[in-house]
């Protein structure tokens, strides 16, 4: 596993956004879609609206009343593949510089994925 210094240098560049439709490829959640709501790019992670549900313990507060929570928990990046708006399929995503801006693309279908 990398260092924390290597983490801080090299972060990676990954498929996915925050706010995009995913589907999961592999796992317990396998086929299901969600929206993705936080990426951990120094652990090559996502965390998606729906998928991969964890129970937490929490303990009661002031203001908060304990109990056991759910809420979704990290997904690695290689079992999610990005769904393209306009086919709600999930093909394989590339980057091509178009008007001097770099824009990530369907492989399939050429379409432009915002």
């Known amino acids: 596993m990398a260092t924390k210094q290597q983490t801080k240098r090299h972060q990676p560049k990954l498929h996915i956004r925050k706010g995009d439709t995913v589907m999961v490829i592999a796992g317990d959640d396998k086929g299901k879609t969600g929206e993705v709501i936080q990426v951990i790019p120094a652990r090559m992670r996502a965390v998606v609206d729906g998928i991969n549900i964890v129970k937490k313990h929490v303990k009661a507060s002031q203001t908060e009343e304990g109990g056991i929570v ?44 915002k």
Do not use: C, F, M
């Open 70 to 113: 759910e809420q979704p928990a990290p997904v690695h990046v290689s079992n999610l593949a990005l769904v393209d708006p306009k086919t709600g399929e999930a093909p394989r995503v590339g980057r091509r510089e178009e008007n001097g801006e770099w824009v990530r693309y369907s492989k399939k279908s050429g379409n432009i994925i």
